[in-house]
């Protein structure tokens, strides 16, 4: 892996708060929601809900995530891909997952204190960079 670029991508990750998530329905149907998401240094992405909403079970029954991070202006783009497996956190590693998460992500947490409430963490098989700031339009994997 490209260090330089691999560092970009992280700083780029670091600086953002929200993601797209896109997972698959009982019916093997895309559906997606906005997610608050830290990653570490290895790009693991952790991410937090509760068991009694839909996409618990849905990510139970298929693993395979897929997130986007766009840059949140019009020019230039500037957004990462990234595809991976979901898995559920015991207790003890969730809670050290949540201390994590709120040293990267201050964002308010809406989920978080419910009885319910879970962590999952996505190890990443793909992760893909596009970056059109030197107004070409360049895109890079990072794992493929």
């Known amino acids: 892996m490209d260090q330089n670029l691999a560092q970009t991508v992280r700083e780029f990750l670091n600086n953002h708060r929200k993601a797209i998530f896109a997972i698959n329905d009982d019916a093997g149907l895309p559906t997606t929601s906005l997610m608050l998401y830290a990653i570490d ?12 909403f839909g996409k618990y079970q849905h990510i139970l029954k298929n ?6 991070v766009m840059e949140e202006q019009i020019d230039p783009l ?34 978080e204190g419910a009885d319910d409430f879970v962590m999952f963490k996505i190890v990443p098989h793909l ?16 794992l493929a």
């Open 127 to 142: 992760i893909r960079f596009a970056d059109a700031s030197s107004g070409e339009l360049k895109i890079v994997n990072l």
């Open 63 to 68: 693993p395979t995530i897929s997130l986007s």
């Open 78 to 111: 500037k957004v990462t891909d990234i595809r991976g497996s979901a898995e559920e956190l015991s207790h003890e590693e969730g809670e050290i997952a949540q201390a994590f998460f709120k040293t990267k992500n201050q964002s308010k947490y809406y989920v």
């Open 41 to 52: 240094d290895e790009f693991n992405v952790y991410f937090g809900t509760r068991r009694g």
